[in-house]
């Protein structure tokens, strides 16, 4: 079916920049879009962003906008997410997730990678 892996995770300062990685293995599931969602401590998975493959829709949470960037890079199967101007409140694990309906809900997702740390101190 299909695996997904992030990368990119780590620790930075608040205002820094930090760039994630997820790379999609595809076989005979096609995903429609790739998304990114966060989980901090004691809070529930919520979204982030998500870009079709073909880059025609790109939607992102209004906590992110302006700061984030989503692009991907179809001949590698790979998304990527910029992050800039970061602030502590995005600490939390980051996952990427493939679906075939494109949404923002988790349920709306197949497919999940195991997550990437990204931890922002003041």
């Known amino acids: 079916q299909v695996q997904l892996v992030e990368s990119g995770g780590g620790l930075v300062q608040a205002g820094g920049s930090l760039r994630l990685s997820c790379a999609v293995s595809r076989r005979t599931w096609s995903s429609v879009a790739i998304g990114w969602f966060r989980q901090a401590p004691g809070k529930e998975r919520e979204f982030v962003c998500v870009?079709?493959?073909?880059?025609?829709?790109?939607y992102y949470s209004d906590s992110v906008k302006g700061r984030f960037t989503i692009s991907r890079d179809n001949a590698k199967n790979t998304v990527y997410l910029q992050m800039n101007s970061l602030k502590p409140e995005d600490t939390a694990v980051y996952y990427c997730?493939?679906?075939?309906?494109?949404?923002?809900?988790?349920?709306?997702?197949?497919?999940w990678g195991q997550g990437t740390q990204v931890t922002v101190s003041s």
């Open positions: 870009i079709t493959w073909s880059g025609g829709i790109i």
């Open positions: 997730a493939a679906t075939r309906n494109i949404g923002t809900r988790t349920s709306e997702y197949s497919y």
